[in-house]
């Protein structure tokens, strides 16, 4: 298993934090609360498994009932921090 310098440990550990309001984008006409794709969840859980993050702890991050209640935004927040492309 590769270690990514950025990636900080205690991340998964924080409060819960739901998605802002949701953001209309004009390129395919969906909401940013629009579920999370199947590859995205797919590829969140192979960086999870990676990184030794487990799913329960994404899902209490982000406070869903399962990672297939991500919305698109929380999905692609959770693979950017643990991609280390997190601002």
Do not use: H
Not at 1 to 19: H, I, K, S, W
Not at 48 to 68: D, G, H, M, T, W
Request: charged share 20%; hydrophobic share 30%.
């Amino acid at each position: 298993m590769q270690n990514n310098p950025t990636f900080q440990p205690g991340l998964y550990d924080a409060t819960p934090q739901n998605a802002s309001k949701p953001v209309y984008n004009k390129k395919n006409g969906t909401t940013s609360d629009a579920p999370a794709s199947p590859k995205q969840v797919k590829y969140l859980l192979d960086l999870a498994r990676q990184y030794n993050v487990s799913p329960e702890q994404i899902k209490a991050k982000f406070n869903v009932p399962s990672l297939e209640s991500l919305s698109k935004t929380q999905c692609s927040r959770a693979i950017d921090e643990l991609s280390g492309k997190a601002a």
